[in-house]
């Protein structure tokens, strides 16, 4: 559900420029044009698949390590209506992984090369979740916010070129609709409650709403891929439109709960009908995306845990698999 | 990181009785079996199915993209194939 | 404190704490699958903790719901089963701990279908359809893990021989089993330990383990003498309710 940080740089080849290469080119940008969809194993600039590749498993890491804030609440829901539903949730987040994983997996990188590079620290994933949920407001705040955020970044998606990305999208955004409002319900649920319940659901605003607002990506004139993403129509709206977009539907949704956005500069404009923001700290979102934000360390080190740690469980099943193989052929 | 990975599997989900299995994605398992229960955690949380085939990835062969015009443009000038291609007054009935 | 209530929380507790159990699992397992394989478990379990939970607190009669239950209650007035609270240790050892538990509410949510009582029949009858996929996940990976390396055959074979300890008292017939099968409430204890063992001995033999012997300690979780490990798991589960006396959520 998270895609901020895919704009991040990679390193893709340039196009060569053969006569050939030219006109396949040609052809290829000609089919996205008239909004045909790319499939895995139709001719593509290979621009075009290292783009895919880091967009579409970033977005799958992001997922996979977006597990984590929120399972440390799992065992402390403070009902077990509340349990069941955030267990589903984080579960979902697993599932989208997957699918993410899966469309990835169609442009000839395997599974275990992605989560290699995940673990290595070489791959990035949304840096909203190195930031910490100490109390249960960060939950409501993040079903709110960032899947709020998420929501918007991938609609667009859905009508993304390539086939298996576009696919998986679909699914996650249907699947992910009660994310959102049941972040909404459990800040309802606490701006309405006790005064402590209140100041717990304020002081999560205060932490998540500017890192919500980071998840868009960078601002469009810092922004390396967004041309080419949006040739390639694997991109549709521009990281400051889909902020704005964001701004303009959650200002009235806190006004509603009776909190307030911690930002002196917001106020509406009546001329652009849109609400104007005050600046945001680019240099705390690079710092984070540089790996020195508050939990960093902390969701890295928790993958490369359960990756090792489940080593042996996975060798495990292969061995036993090679040697039913074994059994049956021997039957045979 | 050395080790094997699990084998991919693709996933045919049926919705429905009555409606054909169609391909929802893929799973990694060790066999069938696993890839069986893990298209069902993955792929069914929200009631989408009925019934589930897998099919190790390695097990399919598909045509060819670049074969593409060889294989199906033929099909293209067959308009005869198609019942609009005839043309019957509006009288007559029960075709 | 009637057979009855005792018999439902019995039921509910052991669901629950489990359930809460494999939830400490998720984002952590050995593969993704798994996650939310074991997800799926915990989630089963969490519900049929719910609907036993609020008809506990309905047959109580104190206007006690669920979550006051579950949230309010200290270690001593739980009574799930003491195997039920063994902490997760390794993949390994939590799917011998749900092989076993697995078997178990396979022939007890089995018998509970025929129940005098209706309500319990009905939620037996729902569980039962949950806990025949549980018994084929866990049973399934003990079998792969058993018949696997050489390190998983000892890794499980060690969880076994450690947890087989706490599997006497799934059988432990106390005068509540009693009240409660001679009402025809519950299902006979020696019948199901007979078909449980059937069980266990099928997937052992097919995951080339050996079945421990039987150890004398029994072990009363269910009449409220619990492992140490559940004050921690309760200290947890129960933390925002203790700390916001009276919020709602």
Redesign the interface.
């Known amino acids: 559900m998270y895609t901020q940080g895919l704009d991040s740089p990679g390193r893709e080849a340039l196009h060569a420029s053969s006569p050939d290469t030219a006109a396949l080119e040609a052809r290829f940008q000609a089919r996205v044009d008239a909004d045909e969809k790319i499939?895995p194993?139709?001719?593509m600039p290979e621009g075009y698949r290292q783009t895919l590749i880091r967009q579409i498993s970033q977005h799958a890491h992001s997922e996979?390590v977006g597990?984590?804030p929120e399972?440390n609440w799992?065992?402390?829901a403070?009902?077990?209506?509340?349990?069941?539903v955030l267990?589903?949730k984080?579960?979902?987040e697993?599932?989208h992984?997957?699918?993410l994983?899966?469309?990835a997996?169609t442009l000839g990188i395997?599974?275990?090369q992605m989560?290699?590079q995940l673990?290595s620290g070489a791959a990035k994933y949304s840096s909203i979740f190195n930031y910490p949920t100490p109390t249960?407001a960060d939950v409501g705040a993040i079903g709110w916010l960032v899947d709020g955020a998420a929501i918007m970044n991938q609609i667009p998606i859905c009508r993304c070129s390539y086939g298996p990305y576009a696919r998986?999208m679909v699914r996650i955004c249907r699947?992910e609709s009660f994310h959102q409002r049941q972040g909404f319900e459990?800040m309802m649920?606490l701006a309405r409650?006790?005064p402590?319940?209140r100041r717990m659901a304020q002081d999560a605003l205060n932490r998540w709403w500017w890192p919500a607002l980071m998840m868009f990506g960078p601002s469009d004139a810092e922004s390396r891929h967004t041309a080419q993403s949006m040739r390639w129509k694997i991109k549709r709206f521009t990281n400051d439109e889909l902020r704005q977009q964001f701004v303009d539907i959650t200002v009235p949704q806190a006004r509603f709960l009776g909190l307030e956005i911690p930002d002196p500069h917001l106020r509406w404009d009546e001329a652009s009908q849109h609400y104007v923001f005050g600046p945001i700290d680019w240099a705390e979102f690079q710092q984070v995306l540089k790996g020195n934000g508050p939990c960093n360390r902390e969701r890295l080190e928790?993958r490369r845990?359960?990756y090792e740690?489940?080593?042996?469980?996975?060798?495990?099943?292969?061995?036993?698999?090679e040697?039913?193989r074994q059994r049956a052929a021997q039957a045979a | 990181m050395n080790e094997k990975e699990w084998p991919l599997f693709e996933v045919f989900v049926r919705s429905r009785s009555g409606l054909e299995h169609k391909h929802v994605g893929s799973v990694h398992a060790a066999d069938a079996r696993m890839a069986i229960e893990h298209a069902r955690d993955v792929y069914t949380r929200r009631q989408e199915g009925v019934s589930i085939w897998v099919v190790r990835s390695s097990d399919i062969t598909a045509s060819d993209p670049a074969e593409a015009d060889a294989f199906f443009e033929p099909a293209r000038d067959k308009v005869y194939r198609h019942p609009t291609f005839y043309s019957i007054p509006d009288e007559v009935k029960n075709l | 404190m009637s057979a009855r209530l005792e018999y439902v929380l019995r039921l509910a507790d052991t669901s629950l704490v489990l359930g809460q159990r494999l939830g400490e699992w998720i984002g952590h397992a050995p593969a993704l699958e798994e996650d939310l394989g074991l997800a799926n478990l915990s989630l089963d379990l969490i519900g049929q903790a719910r609907l036993l939970l609020t008809y506990a607190g309905e047959i109580e009669g104190r206007g006690r719901n669920e979550d006051d239950l579950a949230m309010s209650r200290d270690q001593s007035d739980y009574r799930n089963l003491a195997l039920a609270e063994q902490p997760n240790g390794d993949f390994g050892h939590t799917i011998v701990r749900q092989v076993l538990i697995d078997a178990f509410q396979l022939e007890l949510y089995e018998g509970l279908q025929r129940s005098t009582d209706a309500r319990l029949a009905e939620i037996a009858h729902k569980a039962l359809k949950e806990t025949r996929y549980h018994f084929r996940y866990s049973a399934g990976w003990l079998i792969r893990l058993g018949d696997g390396t050489e390190e998983s055959h000892r890794r499980v074979q060690g969880s076994l021989d450690s947890l087989w300890r706490f599997t006497r008292e799934l059988f432990a017939e106390d005068d509540v089993d009693r009240e409660m099968a001679s009402a025809g409430v519950a299902p006979q204890l020696a019948d199901l330990e007979l078909r449980w063992s059937a069980h266990i001995d099928e997937v052992l033999k097919e995951a080339t383990l050996q079945r421990p012997a039987d150890v004398p300690y029994v072990w009363h979780g269910k009449r409220g003498q619990h492992t140490e490990h559940l004050g921690y798991l309760l200290a947890e589960m129960q933390f925002l309710h203790r700390a916001y006396p009276g919020a709602s959520w």
């Open positions: 499939e194993k139709d001719w996979v597990m984590l399972g799992i065992t402390r403070p009902t077990l209506r509340r349990k069941a267990i589903a984080v579960q979902d697993g599932g992984g997957m699918y994983y899966s469309a997996e395997s599974r275990d989560m290699a673990l249960w998986a699947e459990i649920t409650g006790t402590e319940q928790a845990r359960a740690q489940g080593r042996w469980v996975r060798e495990a099943a292969l061995a036993h698999a040697k039913q």
